[in-house]
């Protein structure tokens, strides 16, 4: 995950890690070298510019030259600003409610099914969670028939309708059925296209109004770069979503997503998906995600 990142950090960090003497003009060069290996891993222009300047201002701020180990500090604060790019401390999904609807948002083939039961199987292994799950994809029926699979592999009970063409009537009859089986979260898997239009837009939002779900999650493939980011921003417009789930980080992504999401939306990371099988699934930890791509 994200290796040709940490690679070029690793060595952009190298001198400060090293004992030798730190002067003014190598921070300038290290933070220089820094901002291209943020923009070499697709990461926003002005994301990247920003994060530089704020490291330099930090480090003048802490007067770090004059410090016993200058390296050792600026690399600490080039992890924490990681951390708050990416940010900040941990969120959780909000399941207060009974039932808790969760609604999956996303273009097609960014992994929301596969990720819609990847949640259910997660949640359902606490114990306390029962999930149902609800296919809204009025469209494809192989969409359909996926979700089925899925459910039956994880063993969590699927509701469908298929002769049924309008997925806010599926989406609130799903959230009946969830309460006549005692089911205590409702994942509801929508319909996406291979690009952002304005007719998927009206539909997400309308189930989106109707059913008032506790969490809305935007779901989006990492290696998808800039793209992830500009796609974030049109369903954040239409939904103002709760969370982001980041999905194929085992795949050889650049990780300028994973990077630069939270300060286009300012909406948390939640999860990540890091493969097809259902345990594939992390809760997204800034400071963690920060260790692993500073080493
Ligand atoms: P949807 O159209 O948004 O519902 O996307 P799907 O859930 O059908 O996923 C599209 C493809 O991506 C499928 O082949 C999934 O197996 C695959 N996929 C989903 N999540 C991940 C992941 O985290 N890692 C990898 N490697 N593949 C994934």
């Given at each position: 995950m994200f290796d040709n990142l940490s690679e070029k950090l690793d060595k952009a960090l190298h001198n400060l890690k090293g004992h030798g003497k730190i002067t003014e003009i190598n921070v300038a060069e290290t933070l220089k070298e820094v901002r291209r290996a943020l923009l070499d891993a697709d990461v926003n222009f002005k994301i990247a510019k920003e994060f530089t300047n704020t490291v330099k201002d930090k480090a003048l701020?802490?007067?770090?030259?004059s410090t016993l180990q200058p390296g050792q500090l600026m690399v600490k604060i080039v992890k924490d600003e990681l951390t708050q790019l990416m940010?900040?401390?941990?969120?959780?999904?909000?399941l207060s409610g009974n039932p808790s609807v969760i609604l999956m948002s996303g273009l097609q083939g960014s992994g929301k099914t596969t990720f819609s039961g990847k949640l259910a199987n997660f949640l359902k292994?606490?114990?306390?969670?029962?999930p149902l799950l609800v296919a809204c994809d009025v469209y494809?029926?192989?969409?359909?028939?996926?979700?089925?699979?899925v459910g039956e592999q994880i063993g969590v009970e699927v509701y469908s309708?298929?002769?049924?063409t309008d997925p806010?009537?599926?989406?609130?009859?799903?959230?009946?059925?969830?309460?006549?089986?005692?089911c205590n979260v409702v994942i509801i898997d929508t319909a996406g296209r291979l690009a952002v239009d304005q007719e998927m837009m009206d539909e997400i939002s309308n189930i989106h109004k109707a059913i008032q779900p506790q969490e809305t999650l935007f779901v989006v493939d990492s290696m998808t770069g800039q793209d992830a980011v500009n796609t974030a921003k049109a369903f954040n417009d239409v939904l103002n979503f709760d969370g982001v789930i980041l999905t194929k980080l085992d795949g050889d992504t650049r990780g300028g997503a994973a990077i630069s999401i939270k300060s286009v939306v300012n909406k948390p990371i939640k999860f990540i998906g890091t493969g097809e099988k259902m345990e594939a699934i992390d809760v997204f930890?800034?400071?963690r995600m920060a260790d692993r791509i500073l080493g």
């Open positions: 701020g802490q007067n770090v030259l940010g900040g401390d941990a969120e959780g999904v909000d292994n606490k114990k306390t969670k029962k494809r029926p192989a969409a359909i028939d996926q979700l089925h699979v309708d298929r002769g049924n806010v009537v599926i989406a609130q009859a799903g959230i009946a059925h969830a309460k006549t089986l005692g930890y800034p400071s």
